[in-house]
């Protein structure tokens, strides 16, 4: 092993610092060993660690596994090497596929995510069981766009707010599928994620969750077609953020799914090993 190995941290879906979902990005990622590339994400302890490769390619890892896509890390780093390069648009190589982002000129960026699929989850009352609520008023499906996210509707923000789950039997169950819990309206929306099975207990604000939350709502008749919903989350754990969703086509098919949010740059280290 050899360093100093450096990276950025910036908050990502806020536009205020010490808000939002944390993230480190090795923009030499190259350079630091894929045998350490795990141990320094769980070092850093954020929902997820970024470290960018040849060619813009990027490998994504929570401090318990590596993911081959997810909403925040993309978004920030992409804005990271956005500022130092002087552009405006950026495409990034995920193990899921290419995304490409582009940022308007107050910073926000926008990134045309990878087509989810989705299938019943498997077990919903046992899920329901361990979030400690009686019943999703709709059904609880699992999107897949790299990472695997299930949906849960409940009737008000409040519910969402109090809700105090079995971390334990969440895991069993789960696994590593994120559990999104949900409420709103129109195009606001409260949405807290939990994904213990992933090292995360609660994320402050989860991308990849979002594209697929308003895929959701549309199959369901919650929401029209094509229009951008505001999801507010990661107020219960201090973070708070806001993301935007998009998703067009309609009930006989999905043409695209869109995500938008700020990311603020809030500081630098190395890692001297």
Not at 128 to 138: F, R, Y
Not at 243 to 270: H, K
């Amino acid at each position: 092993m050899s360093g100093p190995y450096e990276f950025v941290i910036a908050d990502v879906f806020t536009g205020t610092a010490l808000a939002g979902n944390q993230l480190a990005v090795f923009v030499d990622g190259d350079a630091v060993p894929d045998e350490l590339k795990q141990a320094l994400a769980k070092e850093i302890g954020f929902s997820e660690t970024v470290y960018v490769g040849h060619g813009d390619r990027v490998r994504i890892f929570t401090p318990g596994t590596e993911l081959p896509f997810a909403g925040h890390p993309v978004l920030g780093t992409a804005f990271v090497l956005t500022r130092a390069r002087g552009v405006s648009e950026i495409e990034l190589l995920c193990t899921a596929g290419p995304v490409r982002l582009t940022f308007d000129a107050r910073g926000r960026g926008r990134m045309t995510q990878p087509l989810p699929s989705w299938s019943p989850f498997p077990d919903p009352d046992a899920l329901l069981a361990a979030l400690g609520v009686p019943v999703s008023l709709v059904p609880v499906d699992v999107y897949v766009n790299g990472p695997e996210h299930a949906f849960v509707l409940l009737p008000s923000s409040q519910d969402v707010a109090k809700l105090s789950p079995d971390f334990g039997r969440l895991t069993a169950i789960a696994g590593k599928c994120g559990v999104n819990c949900v409420a709103g309206d129109g195009p606001s929306w409260k949405s807290r994620m939990f994904g213990p099975g992933m090292g995360i207990t609660e994320d402050p604000a989860t991308g990849s969750a979002a594209g697929p939350l308003a895929v959701h709502l549309c199959r369901h008749g919650l929401v029209a077609w094509g229009t951008e919903i505001t999801i507010t989350q990661g107020v219960e754990i201090g973070r708070p953020s806001t993301l935007y969703a998009i998703a067009r086509g309609s009930n006989a098919g999905l043409d695209a799914v869109e995500v938008a949010g700020d990311t603020v740059i809030v500081g630098r280290g190395t890692f001297e090993l």
